[in-house]
């Protein structure tokens, strides 16, 4: 059973718009939430964090919205550029537990010149 | 900066054969972990370490072993293949309060 669940495989964007992409989380003791980036034959890189303390943290064009109380993360990049066009994973997991974190299945995102 | 290299970055093996995985990093980091990636799903932890000398289990531990003898290195084993175990398999390291740094995977594929 999927402890981190991202619902939209697929996400496709104009340049400079805003892509939002999503992430659902069941595990109320999770206090630490990622999204990484990766590309095709590469690792996944890190690339914004949140603690269960806040609501909101933002780096530059990239923000990540957390909702605890519907286990519902958000990552939101503006404006979107071509070079943003890879593979998003969420992940999720405790600080208490040796940062293990469980990953979502991953949102490819495409950005159109 | 290396920071994690996997070592091979592609395999083939036959069902049955048994191989090694490595996993080595320069950045002295205390906990190390193997992930497989799957098609539609996310990476999946197998085995993790928190420290020299120290292996524990994961999401999906069977059929694989681990052992971690130096501090920078994390070996992954598969002691007899099997098609089921076709992955691509991801090492990552961290400093234990940081988030992961990951190696660019090994590609196995076991007929």
């Known amino acids: 059973d999927q402890q981190v669940k991202q619902n939209s495989p697929s996400l496709s964007v104009q340049e400079g718009r805003i892509s939002i992409l999503n992430c659902d989380y069941t595990n109320s003791m999770f206090d630490y939430f990622l999204w990484y980036k990766k590309y095709p034959a590469e690792g996944p890189t890190f690339l914004i964090s949140i603690s269960s303390i806040k609501d909101k943290n933002e780096d530059g064009r990239f923000t990540v919205f957390l909702n605890k109380s519907a286990k519902h993360l958000s990552l939101h990049i503006v404006p979107s550029q071509p070079g943003d066009s890879a593979v998003y994973f969420c992940?999720?997991?405790?600080?208490?537990?040796?940062?293990?974190?469980?990953f979502g299945s991953g949102t490819k995102l495409n950005v159109k010149p | 900066n290396a920071g994690v290299t996997q070592t091979p970055k592609f395999r083939v093996l036959k069902t049955g054969q048994s191989m090694t995985l490595l996993c080595a990093q320069d950045?002295?980091?205390?906990?190390m972990y193997w992930y497989r990636q799957d098609p539609g799903m996310g990476l999946r932890l197998i085995h993790y370490s928190v420290g020299e000398g120290t292996t524990a289990k994961g999401e999906v531990p069977d059929g694989y072993n681990v052992s971690r003898l130096k501090k920078q290195n994390f070996l992954l084993g598969l002691e007899s293949a099997a098609p089921s175990q076709t992955s691509v398999y991801f090492c990552?390291?961290?400093?234990?309060?940081?988030?992961?740094?990951f190696g660019d995977g090994t590609r196995l594929s076991i007929l």
């Open positions: 950045m002295n980091h205390e906990y």
């Open positions: 990552a390291s961290s400093p234990g309060d940081q988030p992961q740094h």
């Open positions: 992940a999720s997991g405790g600080t208490y537990n040796f940062n293990k974190f469980y």
